[in-house]
């Protein structure tokens, strides 16, 4: 299996300010992934981050205030813009090697708290 | 669209008990996958099983087994003799593959199952 990591682990950060996430796989992955998990809650994806072009967003997730980089196929960044409290999660990045049937791994997490 | 329901918000059991965690999934898609992870108190999230639609096949591991049944679109998950460090949120899931029409590979959780093994 990859082995993943992220930077920072966690962090605490002020209101309206921005942090930006890495994710670091130590093989060529064909996808990566960012996930929230909210406190107590399950996981949902944010987006799928493409390689050379814009992520894919799911309902509810925009652009402005999750940008994902992914300049080649071992590395990502989630930027959290403008940040506020109901932003404190934990923030996973997931990645999946080869065919459909293969599993995806995930990130130690980031976790994130917004004061 | 896809929905992945996990019944049970929290068990506790003494260890040595077995304990079956349940998992009921939705999807109008013949090809899917199922998974079950585990997320102990550290946070990291452990990945436990993949099931293929077409295998119905049940799987044991060690201590661990899955019961996956089409019929009632059930893939439920049973610890043998609990231990302690079995303590943990685990959570099913599911996605759909690229070639299925809107498929994305992405996984939809259910909300998860908090068990805790007590000595």
């Known amino acids: 299996s990859a082995v993943i990591s992220q930077k920072p682990s966690r962090d605490i950060c002020q209101r309206g300010t921005s942090l930006t996430i890495q994710c670091q796989v130590d093989?060529?992955?064909?996808?990566m992934f960012w996930y929230r998990q909210q406190p107590g809650q399950s996981l949902t994806l944010i987006a799928t981050?493409?390689?050379?072009?814009?992520?894919?967003?799911e309902s509810g997730f925009v652009i402005d205030k999750f940008p994902i980089s992914r300049p080649n196929l071992t590395f990502s960044t989630l930027t959290v813009s403008n940040m506020s409290p109901e932003d404190s999660s934990i923030y996973l990045c997931?990645?999946?090697?080869?065919?459909?049937?293969?599993?995806?791994?995930f990130g130690p997490g980031t976790r994130l708290t917004v004061l | 669209a896809q929905k992945v329901t996990q019944a049970q918000t929290e068990i506790s059991v003494v260890e040595k008990e077995d304990v079956t965690l349940d998992c009921v999934y939705e999807?109008?898609?013949?090809?899917?996958?199922l998974f079950w992870y585990k997320q102990p108190p550290s946070g990291e999230l452990v990945f436990l099983i993949r099931?293929?639609?077409?295998?119905?096949q049940n799987e044991i591991s060690g201590r661990y087994s899955w019961n996956f049944q089409k019929s009632t679109s059930s893939f439920n998950f049973t610890i043998t003799a609990s231990q302690v460090v079995d303590s943990a949120v685990y959570f099913c899931?599911?996605?759909?593959?690229?070639?299925?029409?809107?498929?994305?590979?992405?996984?939809?959780f259910g909300k998860g199952t908090k068990l805790t093994v007590n000595p």
């Open positions: 981050a493409n390689q050379g072009s814009e992520a894919t967003y």
């Open positions: 899931a599911l996605s759909l593959p690229l070639f299925n029409q809107g498929g994305s590979e992405k996984l939809v």
């Open positions: 099931r293929n639609s077409f295998d119905e």
């Open positions: 093989s060529q992955v064909t996808m």
């Open positions: 999807t109008r898609d013949t090809t899917y996958y």
């Open positions: 997931s990645v999946k090697a080869g065919g459909s049937y293969n599993e995806q791994f």
